[in-house]
């Protein structure tokens, strides 16, 4: 059966609850479900971890390789603008992946505007709200099963 990952970073356990204007009301459980559900019907296995810990995702991150995951869902939440570490581990366990950010980040403040994930991603998919989730999964069906 074919894996894919779905990667949830900081603060996306409060979806449904966190700036609703934003994001949305619908909660993080709401979306794995769906894309599980998506996943499921295409004899797909999903694979659905969230994390407030960026050290958390980067071992995620590197188990995917063991898994035999095809590729990597992520949003990675603030640690987009930050993160040297999660960008070292996607191109260390070679599995393609698709970033994925609810808003905007481009219309957002200056420093939202800065992915350190971006340039070796796949494909970026920002603004779309939760959409870009089911966008993202079925894109990686088509080119990474």
Excluded: W
Excluded at 37 to 47: F, Q
């Amino acid at each position: 059966m074919t894996k894919y990952m779905l990667l949830n970073g900081p603060n996306l356990n409060l979806l449904g609850t966190r700036e609703p204007e934003i994001y949305g009301s619908e909660t993080l459980a709401d979306i794995e479900k769906n894309l599980s559900t998506i996943a499921s019907k295409a004899n797909c296995e999903l694979i659905c971890h969230q994390s407030n810990a960026e050290h958390e995702l980067v071992e995620l991150i590197h188990a995917a390789r063991d898994k035999e995951v095809k590729c990597i869902i992520i949003n990675p939440g603030a640690l987009t603008h930050s993160s040297i570490a999660l960008r070292d581990a996607l191109s260390g366990v070679n599995i393609p992946f698709i970033e994925i950010h609810i808003s905007n980040i481009y219309a957002r403040e200056d420093f939202r505007q800065m992915s350190y994930l971006s340039d070796i991603a796949q494909g970026v998919i920002s603004g779309l709200g939760i959409e870009g989730y089911e966008l993202a999964l079925n894109t990686a069906f088509k080119k990474f099963n």
